[in-house]
């Protein structure tokens, strides 16, 4: 008991303290929770305009699409018809995410209006390792996407990446990141293509 008392005695301004600092953070997300959620709205909008250009506008598919992960985890993502000036269908975008190297990583992902060419990818969210997997950002890890077929794309080790096709090319150094990339956007078209076209055939029945 003497222990027990000591021990209080000496350690309260700890607790108190750690409570204090909890408590403060609590509050400081909550403040900030509302403008964060909106940055990372702006930035979705800013990356997603880069990737179709002509796109004036963006309509949120009306069908619920849910991508289930290589780890059997489902998640419900939002899909947009990408709309030229002219009120044409330019292409379609949607988000992504899986398991990278070091954290989560998230995407947006473009592909043309009829979801036979990807129209580039880029990222919204990650913390792969500097100087590396960090490199799944950079212009010549990204041009590889930009045009090639939106079906399965295939993952080599090594070489150059000269021609667009279904072939990418990892990071040196990086090959989990790079594998990450490959794989999210693999498994988030297959699927969304798949609810898409059940959504046109209910239709035309």
């Known amino acids: ?12 301004l700890l607790i ?5 600092f ?10 900030l929770s509302a403008r964060i959620e909106q940055n990372k709205i702006d930035k979705l909008n800013r ?3 880069a990737l179709l250009p002509k796109a004036e506008h963006f309509i949120e598919l009306d069908k619920e699409i849910e991508v289930e992960s290589a780890k059997g985890k489902k998640t419900k993502i ?16 949607f988000t992504a995410a899986g398991s990278g190297f070091a954290d989560k990583i998230e995407m947006v992902v473009a592909v043309d ?8 990818f880029d990222i919204l969210a990650s913390n792969e390792t500097p100087g590396f997997g960090d490199q799944i950002k950079y212009d010549y890890f990204r041009d590889q996407f930009k045009g090639a077929p939106a079906e399965e794309l295939v993952l080599v080790r090594s070489g150059e990446a000269k021609e667009i096709d279904s072939e990418i090319v990892a990071i040196s150094g990086a090959t989990v990141s790079s594998e990450a990339v490959v794989e999210i956007i693999n498994n988030s078209i297959t699927q969304i293509k798949e609810q898409m076209q059940e959504k046109v055939e209910s239709e035309l029945k």
Do not use: P
């Not at 108190?16 to 204090?20: E, P, T």
């Not at 939002?78 to 975008?93: I, L």
């Not at 209006?113 to 990807?118: E, G, I, N, S, V």
């Open 1 to 12: 008991m003497i222990k027990i008392k000591h021990f209080i005695q000496q350690s309260w």
């Open 16 to 20: 108190v303290a750690s409570f204090l």
């Open 22 to 31: 909890g408590l403060l953070i609590a509050v400081t997300n909550a403040a």
């Open 47 to 49: 990356l997603t305009r």
């Open 78 to 93: 939002k899909v947009y018809k990408a709309v030229s000036k002219a009120d044409e269908c330019v292409g379609w975008s």
């Open 113 to 120: 209006k009829d979801f036979q060419k990807l129209a580039g």
